[in-house]
């Protein structure tokens, strides 16, 4: 599905007149000048939603664009397409991408400082690539849904305490889940706008089967302890706590 949607957009592509070689991209309009993969993205991905497809075939395109690029303005430019995009089709292609067995960082980083960071969507979009699938996940993890699963959590930081919560507690019933819970409660402390509430963080914390090792377990246990919220709004709370730990 992935291969065919990469040649999709390797044709489309094509059809703009933009084309693959060694070392990188060229157009017809200019071909002497190697373009990189990111300059494409920003020149051509906008263009997938002037095409004349329904909206679910335009977000596939897209889609197919950012397995073919690897860049994430790729992301943003299906933020930025005008009118409602079929749920179905936009959920379903993050969730085929947080699966894959390869590096998704254009993929995380959308989630993380696009759809999580937006109060307005946050929830939505939590729901969409984790929370409601968490249940199954525990039930019965595949690869591919521990894939999912461990990247979402990671990237939790800004998605509001009252939306993570369940599903955290949710996923605490599966032990392999628990680095990844550990990584999103530690950003859910560390981001700029990353939520938690210190008691109930803590009392999930200590619910975690990690190894004794586990670096700055300490010092996210005593911050939250001392009823630290964030990073940001406890300034020095954190390097206290580093020097005590230490």
């Known amino acids: 599905m ?7 957009a390797r044709r489309w592509l094509a059809e703009q007149g933009v084309r693959q070689v060694l070392g990188g991209w060229v157009s017809d309009e200019k071909p002497d000048v190697l373009l990189t993969a990111n300059q494409v993205a920003h020149s051509w991905a906008g263009g997938v939603f002037a095409e004349d497809l329904d909206a679910a075939d335009q977000v596939r395109l897209a889609f197919g664009l950012l397995d073919l690029l690897d860049e994430y ?86 998605v509001p305490w009252s ?31 990353g939520d938690l509430e210190p008691a109930a963080a803590l009392a999930l914390l200590d619910t975690l089967e990690l190894p004794m090792d586990t670096q700055h377990r300490a010092e996210l246990r005593q911050v939250l302890a001392a009823g630290h919220k964030n990073h940001y709004r406890s300034p020095g709370a954190w390097d206290d706590a580093v020097r005590s730990c230490s």
Not at 87 to 92: P, Q, R, T
Not at 122 to 146: H, K, M, Q, Y
């Open 73 to 158: 303005w790729v992301t943003c430019e299906i933020r930025f397409a005008e009118g409602p995009l079929p749920a179905d089709a936009l959920w379903d292609g993050y969730r085929q991408r947080l699966e894959a067995d390869r590096d998704v960082e254009a993929v995380t980083y959308s989630l993380w400082v696009d759809w999580f960071e937006d109060h307005t969507t946050s929830a939505t979009a939590f729901a969409e690539v984790l929370g409601n699938d968490i249940d199954r996940v525990v039930a019965a993890p595949s690869e591919a849904l521990l894939r999912r699963a461990c990247r979402v959590l990671e990237c939790s930081g800004p």
């Open 2 to 8: 992935e291969m065919q949607a990469v040649e999709t």
């Open 163 to 193: 939306v993570k919560e369940p599903i955290y507690r949710t996923a605490v019933r599966l032990p392999t889940l628990h680095p990844a819970l550990f990584r999103g409660l530690r950003a859910s402390f560390h981001d700029v706008y």
